[in-house]
């Protein structure tokens, strides 16, 4: 049941153009997400939240935004450095539905941007 | 400061038998969740502990167990292995467990049961 979904495996751009990872969820009970980003044979580490009280978070050359109504959300990274060459995964879980943080994971898109 | 430390690093196991995977926190950190990552796949929820007490399991069999000691560090125990049960087992804590806290993760235990 695969209530997190990443479309796309990877994404390739160039360097100092931006780039755009896709999220959506089907589960309508989700209020808050969040982005980790992955390096190889290293944890995932956060990225960037965001609450669906927002439509946007921003941090740095990193922008969540949220689209409640068509369930998707979207991460930016303008301008793309070479360093952000890694998986990206993006998560989403209910603060009401349970009393833990049980957070669900799309399947990761692996980012190569290119020098 | 010390992140999320996981030991073993990798792990061969042939099927049938158990295996414990450790972890050890954040310090200061009371919340520790268990994930496993299939290949190919994002991690899947599997336990959630906090102050010793299990708040949350995901949907996986009994044959997964888990505990946390009174340092906050975590074992989780597998018993009676299956070739799917190779994959990446992540340990993540957290300061309370509360539900919009983020995440920190370890390195990963790579189980791999031949």
């Known amino acids: 049941d695969q209530q997190v979904k990443q479309n796309s495996p990877s994404l390739s751009v160039q360097e100092g153009r931006i780039s755009i990872l896709n999220c959506d969820y089907t589960?309508?009970?989700?209020?808050?997400f969040l982005w980790y980003k992955k390096y190889p044979a290293e944890g995932p580490t956060f990225l960037i939240s965001?609450?669906?009280?927002?439509d946007k978070n921003e941090d740095g050359r990193f922008t969540v935004f949220l689209n409640k109504s068509a369930k998707h959300l979207s991460l930016h990274i303008v301008p793309s450095q070479p360093g952000d060459s890694a998986v990206y995964f993006c998560?989403?879980?209910?603060?009401?539905?349970?009393?833990?943080?049980?957070?669900?994971f799309g399947s990761g898109t692996k980012l190569n941007v290119k020098p | 400061d010390a992140g999320v430390t996981q030991s073993p690093t990798h792990l061969i196991k042939t099927r049938g038998q158990h295996v414990t995977l450790r972890c050890s926190p954040i310090?200061?950190?009371?919340?520790v969740s268990w994930y496993q990552q299939v290949l190919g796949q994002g991690p899947q929820f599997i336990f959630q502990?906090?102050?010793?007490?299990?708040?949350g399991r995901g949907n996986f069999p009994d044959r997964f167990s888990a505990r946390q000691f009174p340092n906050y560090s975590s074992e989780l125990n597998v018993n009676a292995l299956l070739l799917g049960d190779s994959a990446l087992y992540l340990c993540?804590?957290?300061?309370?467990?509360?539900?919009?806290?983020?995440?920190?993760f370890g390195s990963g235990t790579q189980l791999s049961v031949l």
């Open positions: 310090s200061g950190h009371k919340s």
């Open positions: 589960n309508s009970m989700f209020d808050y």
């Open positions: 965001i609450s669906s009280i927002k």
């Open positions: 998560a989403a879980l209910s603060t009401n539905l349970y009393n833990f943080n049980k957070f669900y």
């Open positions: 993540a804590s957290s300061l309370a467990g509360n539900t919009d806290e983020k995440l920190f």
């Open positions: 502990y906090y102050e010793k007490e299990e708040r």
